[in-house]
């Protein structure tokens, strides 16, 4: 095993003048002080960006944008988990100096990675081509070409984004997660200019959609490109070539990510549909609203929380217990402080924050804000922990847990729910979770800080 602070020649690209532990811990502050400006930045941009489109192309026509900008996340699992495990299998290669086996896996992921974008592609794509027109997101008064070409274009940047986000992962495998909060706030940038270009052209559906999904793409490819050329810049990099073998270990890493994913997806789904089946439209809006409220606030630290599973990994590779046991324990204590401080503030002023935003056509009281509050902060502890599981390599762990927790909190909310209305939701998934979910993930994480 090559020591990474005094690597091989063929190393070189990958050499750290400085300690391992400063350049971990650098990498954290940078991804906690870029990640959050960049989510503040982007934000405020993305108002004012839907703000202009609404104007232009009005509500109807923006709703298909919104509609298309909304699946996004719903077809992550296109990448079979892989994206993920890259996190933690390329940090690991990097924190040991394993250059060869770090060219594989990457030369390997992106290879597969861009066949099952191909596959994406001609499949979706023929879909969306032969389709009928009332199939396709029908809206009154918009013509059913914009609609299509727009679709399509959704598709062929979706297909382009499952090989193109590697990249950000191997920034954060890196210690360089401060690229991928860069290349967020470019894509936000970009998409204002955008829309204030087309605003003052009166553009329509397709250019918007354009604005909205193309730029991530465009950006994170370029990310991706300096990525890999620097993975593979060594002058033998290209003859490592596919095989068989890494493929299938990149395939059998990415697998407890995507039942993961799926868990969590019929979590969350599932949760949407209590709220609108049974507490009703009124409550569909309530739940949406004040979730909206306290998950934009969390989505400040999901930037520098990616950062703490690279870092993780690439300290356990050199089992560096010392440093996981003391940044974890500080970005716990920071992060849990600040997020318990805003969502105080949140119960006393989300009522006022909902009213002014929805015209007060939206009534939320103290005790609703004070269920969101309550199961949020309990979540943002959770991912933290979920952050660290996944730098330990412990996700069939958490794949199994979250599975539970999907199983036992939808007929819990039902029943809540038709009890004491919406707060019924997020009581539900705290007693899932806890039970199911939490205090099995507090003993596996003592057991990563103690070994």
Known sequence: MINPQQPSSDAEPFTLEEGQNAVRSRAMRSALI??????????????????????VIGPVEYGIVATLVGLTGALGFLDFGIGNAAITVAARHYSTGSWRDLRKFVLNTFGFLSLVGFLALMSLGTMVLVFPDEALLPAEGVDPSDIRYSILLFVVSSAMSIPLTLGSRLALAYQKGWQANLVMLGASVLTFVSCYIGSLSAQGLLYFTACFVIFPVLLNGMLTVIQVKRTLSLADGWRDGFSVRDLKGVLLGGAPFMVLSVATAAFSQGQSLVVAYVVGASGAALYGLVSKLFVGT???FSNALLQLW?????????RDVQWVRRTFSRMFALTMTVYGVVSVLLIAFGGIIIDIWTGSLVAVSRWDLFAFALWSLYSFGMSQFSMLLNGANRIW???ALNLMVAGAA?????????????VGVPYANLVAHLVFLGIPTIFAVRKVLRT
């Not at 007929?411 to 919406?422: D, M, V, Y």
């Open 410 to 422: 939808v007929p819990l909310a039902i029943h809540w729910s038709e009890k004491i209305g919406i």
């Open 310 to 318: 690279a870092s993780t990994s690439h300290a356990l590779a050199q």
């Open 34 to 55: 870029s990640g959050m400006g960049a989510k503040v930045a982007t934000t405020l941009l993305g108002f004012i960006s839907v703000g202009i489109a609404v104007r």
């Open 397 to 399: 762990l958490q794949a």
């Open 298 to 300: 969390m989505s400040l």
